[in-house]
T-cell receptor
């Protein structure tokens, strides 16, 4: 157990809908990053939040957005869902500048 | 473009065998290389390597980094069925987001009784 919790664990959405995924970081961690892991692939970096601001982004379109709250928890929002958005979404938390990130159990999103 | 390549993609062995998993990388401003084990969902941290030639060891697992040839290996000796998992290699570079990890596709290891 890493102390990073994500909700929900599974989700089914229809193409075109919007979805919000949530992550509670490990106690004391102030940085949260989000990854998308398609089946059979390694995780792909979406973005990172530190002090409630996005401070790094991967090659994902603007319909992927996020928030970080004062308690360091975070949300990932995806608008206009596409079939290819079906994946495991992982959240990782750490201290800013730390060398190790701890992953949550992920949210399995299926878009039909 | 930064990339991490793992081989083999999958591997089936019997309990007691020794396995070697490979990870090569091409990234700018290399900072560290990390190995994770992913059994169901959450990747769990195994090792972080920053210096060439220094072996990291934890029980039956060990890993080493070669920064000249740009690769790392993960060895597992006396494999057990509980070692069955996807093993992910990831690289972190300087600059940009602190925790941006560039992952390979992983090696799926199946250990048969």
């Amino acid at each position: 157990e890493t102390g990073v919790t994500q909700s929900p664990t599974h989700l089914i959405k229809t193409r075109g809908q919007q979805v919000t995924l949530r992550c509670s970081s490990q106690s004391g961690h102030n940085t949260v990053s989000w990854y998308q892991q398609a089946l059979g692939q390694g995780p792909q970096f979406i973005f990172q939040y530190y002090r409630e601001e996005e401070n790094g982004r991967g090659n994902f379109p603007p319909r992927f957005s996020g928030l970080q709250f004062p308690n360091y928890s975070s949300e990932l929002n995806v608008n206009a869902l596409e079939l290819d958005d079906s994946a495991l979404y992982l959240c990782a938390s750490s201290w800013q500048g730390s060398t190790e990130a701890f992953f949550g159990q992920g949210t399995r999103l299926t878009v039909v | 473009e930064d990339k991490v390549v793992q081989s083999p993609l999958s591997l089936v062995v019997h309990e007691g065998d020794t396995v070697t998993l490979n990870c090569s990388y091409e990234v700018t401003n290399f900072r560290s290389l990390l190995w994770y084990k992913q059994e169901k969902k959450a990747p769990t941290f195994l090792f972080m390597l920053t210096s060439s030639g220094i072996e990291k060891k934890s029980g039956r697992l060990s890993s080493i980094l070669d920064k000249k040839e740009l690769f790392s290996i993960l060895n597992i000796t006396a494999t057990q069925t509980g070692d069955s998992a996807v093993y992910l290699c990831a690289v972190r570079n300087y600059g940009g987001a602190t925790n941006k990890l560039i992952f390979g596709t992983g090696t799926l290891l199946a250990v048969q009784p």
